[in-house]
């Protein structure tokens, strides 16, 4: 069980903004910017390879949910939304994630 499954089932704290059926908001422990918030599906799909076809409406629910929150925060000025996707993606935790990260400037490409 990932370490975010386990914050679906309430097993580990976090500081959750947003919940549906469909997705989970919380915030990063270790944020990388003023606002940043991982908007996750409760069905545990490990990473953007492993969907298939049924999970199409769950990407778009945790989009549009990312939208809500972005506007929750006060996001007014922009903010980006991240999806890490395995190794060399820079995915650490094995559940798919959608980072939105703002408050501040962002630079690019990333890193
Ligand atoms: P990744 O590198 O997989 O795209 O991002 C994983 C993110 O999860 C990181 O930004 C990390 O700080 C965050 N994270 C890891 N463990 C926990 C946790 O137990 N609680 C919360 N709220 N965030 C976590």
């Not at 890490?84 to 980072?99: I, T, Y």
Request: net charge negative.
């Amino acid at each position: 069980m990932s370490i975010f499954a386990k914050i679906i089932a309430r097993e580990i704290p976090a500081d959750i903004v947003f919940e549906d059926d469909v997705c989970l908001a919380f915030r990063d422990i270790a944020p990388k910017a003023p606002v940043h918030i991982l908007v996750i599906p409760k069905k545990p799909i490990v990473s953007l390879a492993d969907l298939t076809e049924e999970d199409q409406a769950a990407m778009g629910r945790c989009v549009v949910v990312a939208s809500i929150v972005a506007k929750q925060e006060g996001l007014d000025n922009g903010y980006r939304l991240v999806v890490n996707s395995g190794a060399d993606g820079g995915q650490e935790v094995p559940h798919l994630h959608f980072h939105l990260l703002g408050g501040r400037k962002m630079s690019w490409p990333p890193g």
